[in-house]
């Protein structure tokens, strides 16, 4: 038994040491090349990239929808999750990082670098306890992730074992000094779309798609900058000399050139003739090309078009439907990805049953209409007093009167019903309940017929009589 035990030990020794060292020790995510220079003949780069509208469209949309939302520090109380505002790691999350970053800058920019280099990255500053003090985004021009082939330690102590993940930190530009070195622990990654421990680079990935737009809207810059209307070339019958072929050429495209002199009408001479090319921007598709781009990018960063303000085809009639599919489909995973990185990085080891929340429920709110009978509803069944719905509205509440849960008292349980121990309010336009009746009244429940079972009979009876209650009129038998 022993012998078994200590071969499957060594097994999985031997399989996390493999795991461990058959991964290289820089971890990289791109498994495609980035020619930089597209099929199109332009260069994208993160950078370059935020030069077309779709792509700074739905960089914005995430990245400040994902900063915008409320987050906490909370734990389950008796009476629900509560937000721990006195604890250090909350200020962190929705005040203040560091005293140079807000809340809001501090998502904001790690998810915008998540969606361009598929990485954000931000430095953990301890204090002497090693809990939090504050987090410093790093540029992830400047990171490169490591995987340790012999024991380390990083600047503030924080031993690194062999295998374990570590980031270098390039200097350049700030120190003259080697790289910095972080443990993992000391680093906050938010790491984009992927499947390892680095995130790929959607801008490699999308390249040619994007070098397709960038194109198009060199190309339609180009296109009224150049253009001159009607396009085409000059034909002199009479030969010119240089200096007079430069002198028309000058005067040409100083009276006909730029969107400012299209359409005016050329008058020649020499005897000179003009003879159109008979190309337009409507031949060239210019604006369907440019209309297909914004929903070739929007599926790249999975924004909806409507989104980015492409409302081409949306029909109004369930754009409340299509915010709620965007907040599951869209924020929801980046949601995702800061809480988990922050209970695993901010809470150390005595996590205290700790965790981070961001709500996102301002999101899915619908038009006033649907919230008040959603209030109502919930109102009605007793789930939701009312200081709880002028909350939800961030509307002040009105005292501990508005704690009590109220509900409908027509709501009984079945069991009730069924030993008749259920009575009926009375509602607005309905019977009032009658009092138990005698023997002799017609509402009696009725006498057991011979050789049948009393007990059998009398519960019966009881159960219509209870119907009879509820329903404001005589039971049938």
């Known amino acids: 038994m022993f012998e078994g035990l200590r071969d499957s030990i060594g097994f999985s020794l031997a399989s996390i040491a493999n795991r461990l060292t058959g991964e290289p020790r820089r971890p990289g995510a791109s498994r495609v090349a980035n020619p930089i220079r597209t099929l199109a003949g332009v260069a994208i780069t993160p950078d370059t990239a935020v030069t ?161 737009a960038r194109a198009a809207q060199l190309f339609g810059a180009s296109f009224f900058g150049n253009g001159m209307n009607p396009a085409g070339v000059v034909v002199n019958k009479k030969p010119l000399k240089i200096d007079g072929l430069k002198r028309q050429k000058a005067e040409f495209e100083q009276l006909y050139k730029g969107p400012n002199n ?106 006033m209409a649907a919230r008040v009978a959603y209030y109502k509803d919930m109102v009605g069944i007793g789930a939701y007093s009312p200081n709880r719905v002028l909350e939800l509205e961030d509307e002040n509440t009105i005292g501990a009167d508005g704690d009590i849960h109220v509900m409908q008292s027509q709501n009984v349980t079945l069991e009730r019903i069924a030993d008749g121990t259920a009575s009926a309010a009375a509602a607005p336009g309905a019977s009032a309940p009658a009092d138990p009746a005698d023997p002799d009244s017609d509402d009696a429940p009725p006498e057991p017929e011979i050789g049948e079972d009393e007990e059998t009979q009398a519960r019966l009876g009881r159960q219509l009589y209870a119907i009879e209650q509820l329903m404001g009129e005589p039971a049938n038998v």
């Open 52 to 212: 077309i509208a779709t792509v700074w469209a739905c960089l914005r949309y995430l990245s400040q929808t994902v900063a915008v939302l409320p987050w906490h520090v909370k734990k389950d109380g008796k009476k629900g999750p509560e937000i721990q505002s006195s604890h250090g790691v909350d200020y962190l999350l929705w005040k203040r990082p560091s005293k140079e970053w807000s809340s809001f800058q501090f998502r904001e920019t790690l998810t915008h670098w998540a969606l361009r280099w598929g990485n954000g990255y931000a430095e953990i500053e301890p204090d002497q306890a090693m809990r939090p003090f504050a987090m410093w985004p790093i540029h992830p021009e400047r990171v490169t992730v490591c995987r340790a082939i012999e024991p380390a330690v990083d600047g503030y102590g924080t031993r690194i074992d062999v295998g374990d993940l570590y980031y270098e930190i390039d200097t350049r530009g700030t120190t003259q000094g080697p790289s910095t070195i972080l443990a993992a622990a000391n680093m906050f990654h938010i790491r984009g779309f992927g499947e390892g421990p680095v995130g790929v680079n959607v801008i490699a990935y999308a390249g040619q798609s994007l070098g397709w």
């Open 262 to 367: 299209a359409n005016r009408t050329a008058f020649l001479d020499n005897d000179a003739d003009w003879k159109p090319l008979g190309f337009n921007a409507r031949d060239s598709q210019l604006i369907d090309v440019h209309q297909y781009l914004v929903e070739e990018i929007c599926r790249w960063f999975g924004v909806p078009p409507h989104k980015v303000q492409h409302l081409l085809r949306a029909t109004f009639t369930n754009i409340e439907s299509q915010g709620i599919e965007v907040v599951v489909d869209s924020i929801s995973p980046w949601v995702k990805r800061f809480e988990d990185e922050a209970e695993y990085k901010l809470f150390g080891q005595n996590r205290q049953k700790l965790y981070t929340k961001i709500d996102m429920r301002g999101l899915m709110r619908g038009d």
